[in-house]
């Protein structure tokens, strides 16, 4: 058992997520790609995937291996993180721009942090030796495992990630009015069946392994869901800097039904909106979905639907027109963002 200790700062602090977001959630993604067997809920799902990117992943089958367990020391410091069984994308791109593309978050993390994740997680798997050419100068290994994020994201979570923020969504308006009604002990108390709330401490059961108490020490947690996070929640804690919330990272769903469910849902999603504005379109108003608050630039919705940055804009101002997005000018950039229609739209159509 893991046990996470709050003071009362760290409960002022304490913040919830509906998701990781595209990266986080595709690194949880792969690991599952690889590792799922028959009795997995993510067995269907995998092998489909694992049809259609044959012979094109060769870099992350070794950054994304199965989990052999962690451990926490009793004074508090995660040695490594919990995440440190595969190579966390959270860790290393969280604070980033939401605006930027999240790919190319990979392409400018700092080659230090690159080189502290990786040598974290070869204290617990044996890395290949082309491993430490990511953390390197060189830029054409970064190159090639973005290529194959790039070609794993439109296969293994792209069509599924509508319905899974909307999942992600409904369990934070559950927090929400628990927040409201009870105060934020009541949702701590309702994470998760293998997370209990014993004031001051946060227990994990069967936290892959890891063990002891972790401080907050007044940095907060964050509580970030995950639908490939499955089925046991995992803390998650910055390299890049210390005074940074960790994040607290909570399957969304508990049982193999829901997750079979949520996945076969999202099978669905799109085809009744891409009867109405056009599959490209209604795939625009699906990645703007993910954009975030500030939401995304032209060309980072561009290079998501694969074509030139003026067929992406044209999409955008057919959109912008009917109302269902906005748009923002920051220099010489443009941001595009779901307008209220745009989501209430989005949401009927799945």
Not at 156 to 167: I, M
Not at 280 to 286: I, W
Request: aromatic share 6%.
């Amino acid at each position: 058992m893991l046990r996470i200790r709050f003071t009362a700062e760290d409960l002022e602090r304490t913040t919830f997520r509906p998701s990781l977001g595209v990266l986080g959630e595709l690194g949880f993604a792969l690991r599952q790609l690889h590792h799922a067997d028959r009795r997995s809920p993510f067995w269907a799902w995998s092998l489909a995937g694992r049809t259609r990117l044959t012979g094109r992943l060769r870099m992350t089958p070794a950054l994304f291996p199965a989990a052999t367990g962690s451990h926490a020391g009793a004074n508090g410091s995660l040695e490594p993180p919990v995440t440190s069984t595969f190579l966390d994308l959270h860790a290393l791109t969280d604070g980033m721009a939401v605006r930027e593309d999240p790919f190319e978050s990979i392409r400018r993390c700092p080659p230090w942090l690159m080189k502290a994740e990786l040598a974290a997680l070869n204290r617990w798997v044996r890395l290949p030796s082309w491993s430490a050419d990511l953390g390197g100068g060189d830029v054409e290994p970064r190159e090639r495992l973005v290529r194959e994020l790039r070609t794993a994201f439109p296969v293994l979570l792209e069509p599924h990630w509508h319905a899974l923020r909307q999942h992600g969504r409904g369990r934070l308006e559950m927090y929400a009015s628990s927040l409201m009604a009870e105060g934020l002990s009541a949702a701590l108390a309702r994470l998760h069946p293998r997370i209990r709330w014993q004031p001051p401490y946060l227990e994990l059961h069967r936290p892959y392994g890891a063990t002891g108490t972790f401080e907050l020490g007044g940095r907060g947690l964050v509580v970030a869901h995950s639908v490939f996070c499955w089925p046991d929640p995992i803390l998650s804690a910055s390299f890049s800097d210390e005074s940074a919330s960790p994040t607290l990272i909570v399957p969304l769903l508990t049982g193999a039904a829901g997750l079979a469910s949520c996945l076969a849902s999202a099978r669905s999603t799109g085809p009744a909106l891409a009867g109405v504005v056009g599959r490209t379109r209604a795939r625009v108003l699906d990645i703007l979905d993910g954009g975030g608050t500030d939401g995304l630039h032209t060309t980072a919705v561009a290079r998501r639907l694969g074509i030139s940055p003026a067929s992406a804009s044209g999409h955008i101002a057919a959109l912008r027109a009917a109302g269902l997005v906005a748009s923002t000018r920051a220099g010489y950039r443009v941001y595009h963002r779901l307008t209220a229609l745009g989501v209430a739209m989005l949401n009927a159509g799945t």
